[in-house]
């Protein structure tokens, strides 16, 4: 399987992302820059965390802008998975491939430490390798990952299982539903604050961010059979 790392001014997660997918799960990485109009040649892609374009106006908000956006929504549009995390998750709101927006942490203070989660779903292309409400330690690094939505974008979440990671115990950024994690409509494109790459082995401090991983090569695995 081949994983597309985007890559952008301020990206810092990328390489932690890159040794996710190849020298921890096995399957072919490459880094691709922000200027890049096509990603027909991948199986999935992976907007990593970081500080796009500094941050500048509001997380995410530039990034939405550069070329290879385009070619990240069309990839989406084509049930591709794009997973986005942190920075990444910011982008995806911003492009509108998934609602709500972020704002600063309740704290007022960047936030980096292991929190634990709980799999809200565990019946999608990025969680299927978890059990049902399994409790998970994933770290997170963030100034603004206080997720919030309307009532009526929290219902339609809700009622559509939307939701696939909650913090469990405490919300350590004030996050509305105690939100982590949530998919879009097609339940192909994935964003989340905590960081499944740096939680990919024991050296690490612990493996559970792996098994999101090695979920989204089961599912492209199956798929391919199927469609061989």
Request: proline share 4%; charged share 20%; net charge negative.
């Amino acid at each position: 399987m081949r994983f597309a790392v985007i890559v952008f001014p301020g990206s810092n997660c990328d390489i932690d992302m890159f040794h996710a997918i190849q020298d921890e799960l096995g399957e072919q990485a490459e880094y691709v820059w922000h200027d890049t109009e096509s990603l027909d040649d991948y199986d999935a892609i992976l907007l990593p965390g970081g500080f796009s374009y500094g941050d500048y106006l509001r997380s995410g908000a530039i990034a939405r802008f550069s070329k290879v956006m385009k070619a990240v929504i069309k990839a989406a549009e084509e049930g591709k998975p794009v997973l986005g995390v942190c920075n990444g998750f910011q982008i995806l709101l911003e492009t509108g491939l998934l609602p709500g927006a972020m704002r600063r942490n309740e704290s007022l203070k960047f936030m980096c430490r292991p929190v634990q989660l709980q799999v809200a779903n565990n019946q999608t292309i990025f969680s299927s390798a978890y059990q049902q409400g399994e409790e998970i330690t994933i770290p997170i690094a963030h100034g603004e990952g206080n997720y919030y939505c309307d009532e009526a974008t929290l219902k339609s979440l809700k009622d559509n299982n939307r939701i696939v990671f909650t913090y469990s115990g405490e919300n350590p950024n004030g996050s509305l539903g105690d939100i982590a994690g949530i998919i879009n409509e097609k339940g192909n494109v994935l964003g989340m604050m905590p960081h499944p790459e740096r939680a990919v082995d024991q050296l690490l401090g612990g493996a559970d961010g792996l098994k999101l991983f090695q979920s989204i090569v089961k599912q492209w695995r199956e798929s391919y059979a199927v469609n061989a």
